[in-house]
Structures are given as structure tokens and as C-alpha cells.
């Protein structure tokens, strides 16, 4: 059977890193938890009249992108395996295959959690924390729309 569309990614930091970027901001929700955390802090400032805690609200977003950015790193250093691995991505009507040199997989389309899209690229998310990368650039125009029509 023939695919009706492929393409190709290369799993870099620079992927992984826009990866969890998403998952965390569009799944695992982050904005709110810092929108608490600035928000709690702002309130102590408020009612112990010490403006030392507005400066911990104004660092709350730095912390974390400084955080996650670490986070982000260690964890795509932790899996030496997927380093610079090309993955081929093949959709078929009912579901995708993604093989590489690491072995494949077959993803129907029924058991795909979410359809995560970013100005770069489309987050196939099998579960909270796992999930296959799709580069745009990599697309056609109508594997673009096909991915988008998933994610409807």
C-alpha cells in the first residue's frame, strides 16, 4: 500500500526543545501556573506592604524558562539514542508509520491523544508526554492540511 504523504525529521535539541516548549505550555498548561505563582506573590506583597515580593513576580517567568530550558536539555541529553535520528513519516488513510534506524511504529489515527500546532510544527501526541514531531517545512501543503484537519 502506498502513503498518501511523507516526510521527514530529524530529532535535534533545537526540535526536542520546541517540543516540550509546547507539551508544556499547551498540555501540561505552565502560563497558569506562573499566572498563581505571580499572582500569589503579588498578593503577599500587597498585605506585608514589601515590594521585594513584586520583584519575585516580575522573575517568576525567567525562572521558569531558565528551568525548563535545563530540563529540556538533560532529558534530550539522557537519550543519546534519538540524537540527530531521522525519522520518515508515512500517513496512510487510517493511520501514520514512523520507522527510523532505532525500528517503527504504527499510530492509527483513533489513538492519537492531540493534535498540537505551532508556527514550526505539528506535535502528533500519543499521551501527556509522548508524541511524534512533524517539521512544516518538511510538508507539503497537503500533508499540512491533512495534519490539520486531524487535529479538527
Avoid at 508544556?24 to 506573590?41: A, S
Avoid at 493534535?115 to 509522548?130: K, S, W
Wanted: hydrophobic share 40%; with cysteine.
Amino acid at each position: 500500500m502506498e502513503p498518501m504523504f511523507t516526510t521527514e525529521t530529524r530529532y535535534t535539541l533545537d526540535e526536542y526543545k520546541k517540543y516540550n516548549h509546547a507539551v508544556l505550555w499547551k498540555i501540561k498548561k505552565v502560563p497558569v501556573t506562573i499566572l498563581l505563582l505571580e499572582l500569589i506573590l503579588l498578593g503577599i506583597s500587597y498585605f506585608t506592604k514589601d515590594m521585594t515580593y513584586i520583584l519575585g513576580a516580575l522573575l517568576v517567568p525567567l525562572i521558569f524558562k531558565i528551568v525548563l530550558g535545563i530540563q529540556a536539555r538533560k532529558t534530550y541529553g539522557d537519550n543519546p539514542g534519538i540524537h540527530n535520528v531521522v525519522f520518515s513519516c508515512c500517513f496512510y488513510e487510517d493511520f501514520m508509520e514512523q520507522s527510523s534506524v532505532l525500528g517503527s511504529t504504527r499510530i492509527y489515527y483513533r489513538e492519537i491523544y492531540k493534535v498540537l500546532e505551532t508556527g514550526t510544527n505539528f506535535y502528533l501526541m500519543i499521551g501527556r508526554d509522548a508524541g511524534s514531531i512533524i517539521v512544516k517545512k518538511n510538508c507539503s501543503a497537503e500533508l499540512i492540511q491533512f495534519l490539520k484537519n486531524l487535529r479538527a
